[in-house]
């Protein structure tokens, strides 16, 4: 089975640097997705790690050690239109599956 | 160029009746899969379609069914609805090929009452 956990809120200040980590444990993997979410609406695609390190976007980071199990996105100089839920999500070792977390709301303060 | 569209946007249903909802496919994808998200909760995996076949399932009953058409399109259908069902209902489509395009729609929003 699959396992991915995120922390379920987080709250920062514009323009500062926010981490949210995920850790999973899969029977497969076939890399790692964030998504961002803002309410009522659809996830949209934010980064896809599949080999370990870092992947630079933008404002957005993401890492992933598949050894520990352990991703985390970066959000640099916050802005009050990255409030949003962003969800980590899994794909699994077969078919288009992916394996998503909670979600960590993260709201930005001014 | 339009993303994936699903149809209705919003669902009234009442206990122990039958829904379907609609997605279209962003153009040049092929696969189409289905998710339920609650509140509060991340998608949870229903199932995907390729080639107009089922081909990979979640952890759903069988009161949910699905189809895909020869272009692509794919309908859920929920028999017997129970109040547990309401949620937003999102449609994901792809590439086979591809393996990390994947793009989802605006979602079906379901109430059960």
């Known amino acids: 089975g699959q396992n991915i956990d995120q922390p379920t809120e987080m709250t920062a200040t514009e323009g500062a640097i926010v981490q949210i980590n995920c850790t999973y444990q899969t029977s497969g993997f076939n890399g790692l997705f964030w998504y961002q979410q803002h309410a009522g609406e659809a996830p949209t695609f934010l980064s896809y790690n599949v080999l370990d390190g870092l992947e630079e976007k933008g404002r957005f980071s993401s890492f992933l050690s598949r050894s520990k199990g352990y991703s985390y996105l970066l959000l640099k100089e916050l802005q009050m239109k990255d409030s949003a839920s962003y969800l980590c999500?899994?794909?699994?070792?077969?078919?288009?599956?992916?394996?998503f977390g909670g979600g960590t709301r993260v709201l930005v303060k001014p | 160029d339009a993303g994936v569209t699903q149809s209705p946007t919003h669902l009234i249903k009442t206990r122990g009746q039958q829904v379907t909802l609609r997605c279209s496919p962003k153009s040049g994808h092929d696969t189409v899969s289905w998710y339920q998200q609650a509140l509060g909760q991340g998608p949870q995996f229903i199932f995907q379609y390729y080639e107009e076949e089922e081909r990979q399932r979640g952890n759903f009953p069988d009161r949910f069914s699905g189809h895909q058409f020869p272009n692509y399109s794919s309908e859920l259908n929920v028999n017997a609805l129970l109040l547990g069902d309401s949620a937003l209902y999102l449609c994901a489509s792809g590439i086979v090929t591809s393996f990390h395009e994947q793009y989802f729609g605006p979602g079906t929003r379901l109430t059960v009452t």
């Open positions: 999500a899994v794909k699994g070792a077969a078919g288009n599956k992916l394996t």
